[in-house]
Every structure is written in C-alpha cells, then in structure tokens.
C-alpha cells in the first residue's frame, strides 16, 4: 500500500469533514468521510499495517478536533471562562479499536460490496465512539479536564455518536464507490490463495 | 548496533501496542502537560488542509447559504435594518460602557490606563475549519497573531451578534474560536425588542449570567421584579469580552418560567441568535497597535 496516497487521503477526508461536512448533515444524523477512507484501506492494505494506519487516521481527527475545557484567564478578569485543548488519543484509540473490528471482518466481506463496507464502516465507527465516549468518562476521572459534550451528558453522547455512526455507514455507500475508482492509485497487493489440485498438478490429461 | 536491535523490537505488535499505550498516556495526560504542545501539532496539520477546508467552506456557503439569504424582503430594506440594529447596538454599547465608567469612577487612573492602551479595530477572517464531530464545536479562522488577534477577542457576524470567542491557541496566521455557547457563563442584560428607552435608567432592564443548557441555548434565573417577555434581546454586558464586544446581541428570550424555591426570581432561557457553524465569515475584534 502507498502510504503517500493514504495519508492525502485521510488529510483531505479530513478538510472534507471539516467545512463541506456539515452540508449533509440532518439533525444529529451526520456522515464523516474519514471512517470511509480509513476502512477502505483497512479492507485492502496488509493486515500488519491495519492498526497503524488507523491510528494515523485517529490522530489526525484529534488534532482537528480540540475540546472546550474550564479554565481560568482565558480571557482578561480571570476563572469562569474557557479555552481550548487538543487532546490526542481518544480517537487514535478508537480508530484502533474499530480496525481490530474491522480486520476479522475482511474474509467474510466482500470489499467490492459497498453494503458490506458501509457495514464494516457503521462496525468501525460504533467502535471508536465508545472508545470515545470512555476515554473521555476516564479522563473526566482522573484529571477532570473537562468533556467534548458539556454542558451535555456521557449518555447523550453516546446517543448522538451511534448516530454519528449511523450517518458514516450512509456516507459510506457512494464514497466506497468512489474510492473503489482510485484503487489503483493505492498500490495494494491482491493475495490470491492457490489451492494444489489435479489441474494444477499438470499431466492429468496428458497421462 | 542498538538501533536496528531497539528498531527490530519496536515493531509488528510491539509497535502498534507502544503507539496505543502513547495514546492512551497523551488522552489522560493533565492539561498543563498537553496544553504547550498539542495547539502547536494540531496548527501544523491544518496548514495543509487550509485549502481544502477553504475550499468545502465556500462550497458549502454556496449549496447552503446563511439564512439572511432566504429572507424574502428587499436586500436594501435588510440591509437598512442591519444598520438600524448597528446604531441600536453601538448606542447599547455606550450607555453600558457609561454605566460602568460611572461604576468604576473610584479607580478612574486605572481604567484610563486601560483605555489608552486600546487601540482596537474590526477585521473581517473567513473560517477555515471547524470541528467536524459536532455542530457546536470550536471553529478555526485565518486570522492570527500576525492580524493583532489576541486570545479572549470577540468574533461577531451579521454586523453585531456574538457567535464566538478566540481561544488561547492562535497562531501566526490562523486561531480557533470557541462559540459562545461552550462559555462557562456570560453576562448579559435583557432588553425589550424594539432596545432601551433612554430616559429609563439602565438598571430596570434584568441582567442575568447566562449558563449553557445541553440543548444548545442558555439559562439564567433572573432576580428582577421587572417584566420579562418572550422575545426580549440578550445583550452582552460582561466586562471580561473588552469594550468593543458590550451591547453586542446574543440570543433572545423562548422562554420563561417561575422558579419554587425562589418565588421573585425566574427562569428564562435563551437561545442563540446565530450559530458559529453556519458562516463562512466572521468579525473580529483586533489590536491595531503593536502586540504586548
């Protein structure tokens, strides 16, 4: 696999995300591209590499992603006001939690079915949603650094990712078609597993 | 010869479990520790993707323009109207701005001190990002330091209604704003829809400290036996947004209830008049002068 391609890739379903995005959201229902373009390549790229480049994917949706966090002196007066944190991790987690889903489903998914990509992408998100939502439950324990969702609640949270989740999988199905186009840009390796057998053995006529 | 020892350990599993085990460390890492380097990484990965971003962001404006776009009124009438409530604003502005020069008349050197040291102006950025995985979430724009952007500055659209403030993370070029509805608490004074009658003294209209609900509006308990009403404008009146940013328009009264255990006082809720998520550009408040 090109990890060149992959990494433009992620950047620009990033951006993607990140301005036009919004345009196809209805409610809380809305589609990200970068599940897609993560699990697109999770069905195709050798399984060693699975976890690390979703991890890349992860990272890179944290740092655009900063949470707003209580803090003093933000602004000129002192404490009651806000700011902004990056905190990367709890999507490299989830990512990675979502390939280690992903990567058992490859041999029974077909990955020229955009259902069955939309599935392992709804599988993928709903996975690193949790991871999300845990993450963040854990933080909140540990250093009380403030959550994503505040002023709202863990559980309505995880209510809108599943959502969320949902709206990946629907963006998936033409965005699978889509990248399915460009799979000769990707430089993946097809593996065809050749069973021996009496036609392969040769003679079998001739004898 | 430990390189390629420590590199052939280092990988395979042992290379994604020790990436797993650095993320799990930076995602419950305390603020203090991430706080000087993540803004920076995070600045460094949106410089690519500032085309892009630039790009969606323009197209989205196009296939989903701002709601001031679908009023079916007359373009010159709306724009008269925008005027008329730039002027109301502006006029808020100063006789809040007097009210707490009136206040403050006690430490009159210092606030003169503050006042000579502002030299304050409105520059227009475009947003170039925002935080995909929520509507509310932090919007970046293309104004930065190099602009005079300073942390705590206001961001404005539609010539006087507050969607934002910028977060401490400002580059040379680019900076983050935190919409208004992620604020801890923001103090306001609530107005009649038509503005203030200058021969009421600026006391009778309720000032209320507005706390985020999770339905993306504000609540506020309002200690006044003044009459409220549905529909009454939110204007900012909170010292700590600067000069420039008082009397700006933040929201309007939907509702209204009474509180039990506290029967002078009521419960309104306010809901925001604009969202940071649904413009393609915004006012900001920024230093003329040099930086500090």
């Known amino acids: 696999m090109r990890w060149p391609v992959y990494i433009v890739a992620v950047l620009v379903a990033a951006a993607f995300d990140a301005s036009f995005g919004a345009v196809l959201a209805v409610g809380d229902l809305r589609g990200h591209l970068l599940p897609s373009v993560v699990v697109f390549a999770l069905l195709s790229a050798p399984r060693r590499i699975g976890v690390r480049l979703a991890m890349l994917a992860g990272l890179v949706a944290d740092l655009l992603a900063p949470i707003v966090v209580a803090q003093a002196a933000a602004v000129d007066g002192g404490a009651d006001t806000a700011e902004l944190l990056v905190v990367p991790g709890p999507r490299v987690l989830g990512f990675a939690l979502g390939a280690l889903a992903v990567l058992p489903l490859r041999g029974l998914l077909s990955r020229h079915n955009p259902l069955a990509s939309a599935a392992a992408t709804l599988v993928f998100s709903m996975l690193a949603a949790v991871v999300f939502v845990a993450i963040f439950i854990v933080r909140g324990w540990v250093v009380d650094g403030g959550t994503p969702w505040w002023p709202g609640t863990g559980g309505s949270e995880v209510l809108r990712r599943a959502l969320g989740a949902a709206g990946d999988a629907i963006l998936a199905l033409p965005a699978m078609w889509l990248l399915a186009r460009t799979r000769s840009w990707w430089g993946f390796t097809v593996m065809t597993r050749v069973s021996p057998g009496l036609a392969r053995q040769g003679g079998v006529n001739s004898a | ?292």
Do not use: C
């Not at chain 2, 995602?27 to 990965?45: C, E, G, I, K, Q």
């Not at chain 2, 009521?266 to 925001?272: D, F, L, Y």
């Open chain 2, 1 to 292: 010869m430990q390189a390629p020892r420590f590199i052939r350990f280092l990988s395979g599993r042992r290379l994604d479990w020790s990436l797993a085990a650095l993320a799990l460390a930076a995602s419950l890492a305390p603020v203090a520790a991430l706080r000087p380097w993540t803004a920076d990484l995070a600045r460094l990965v949106s410089v690519p993707l500032a085309p892009v971003s630039h790009l969606g962001v323009f197209l989205r404006a196009r296939v989903r323009p701002e709601q001031s776009a679908f009023d079916p009124r007359a373009p010159e009438t709306l724009a008269l109207e925008q005027e008329v409530r730039q002027f109301r604003t502006l006029y808020e502005q100063s006789r809040l701005e007097n009210e707490r020069l009136e206040r403050s008349i006690a430490s009159l050197a210092a606030v003169r001190a503050r006042l000579d040291g502002t030299g304050q102006r409105l520059a227009e950025a475009s947003v170039v990002g925002m935080d995909a995985s929520r509507r509310d979430g932090a919007a970046r724009i293309n104004a930065g330091a190099r602009h005079g952007l300073r942390a705590g500055s206001v961001a404005l659209v539609s010539g006087d209604i507050l969607v934002g403030v910028v977060g401490q993370d400002i580059g040379a070029l680019s900076a983050s704003l935190i919409p208004t509805t992620k604020l801890p608490s923001l103090g306001v004074r609530l107005y009649p829809p038509q503005g203030s009658d200058p021969s009421t003294p600026l006391n009778s209209y309720p000032g209320a400290m507005l706390k985020p609900t999770t339905r993306g509006t504000w609540s506020a308990d309002v200690a006044s036996t003044q009459p409220l009403s549905i529909g009454m404008v939110a204007r900012l009146a909170d010292d700590r947004f600067g000069r420039t940013a008082l009397g700006a328009r933040v929201g309007t009264v939907v509702a209204i209830e009474p509180i039990e255990k506290a029967p002078l006082a009521r419960r309104v809720e306010i809901a925001p008049l604009a969202s940071l998520g649904d413009f393609a550009t915004v006012v900001v408040v920024v230093e003329s002068g040099e930086p500090e």
